[in-house]
């Protein structure tokens, strides 16, 4: 059926397993804010917080969800956790999504 297409090809079970809970934990509105903050660079919990509008308690729960999914990981420095996105492959989707309509 698809043979008659150049290069066709579906992604592995792995592949869209990934896919699907990447998309499941951003379908969370904090966490697409928290992950757009940390593709613009590394950040604490606190300024993530401040910027997210939510308190550093729910940040770091969800940081711990992103960072599992490895969406995120952090770099201790003392007592702060700098954290950064692994994410530089969801940019394009993210940013397409927050486009305004029409755009």
């Not at 613009?40 to 940040?59: D, F, I, R, W, Y």
């Not at 711990?64 to 700098?82: I, P, Q």
């Amino acid at each position: 059926m698809h043979t008659g297409i150049p290069d066709f090809q579906m992604p592995t079970e792995d592949q869209v397993t990934l896919a699907a809970e990447a998309f499941r934990l951003l379908a969370d509105p904090t966490r697409i804010k928290i992950l757009w903050a940390l593709l613009q660079g590394e950040s604490s919990v606190a300024c993530l917080a401040e910027l997210v509008g939510a308190s550093p308690t729910a940040v770091s729960q969800h940081l711990a969800k992103l960072r599992l999914a490895g969406l995120v990981s952090g770099r201790r420095e003392g007592t702060f956790v700098h954290y950064t996105a692994n994410a530089e492959h969801l940019r394009p989707l993210l940013a397409h999504a927050l486009a305004p309509s029409g755009s």
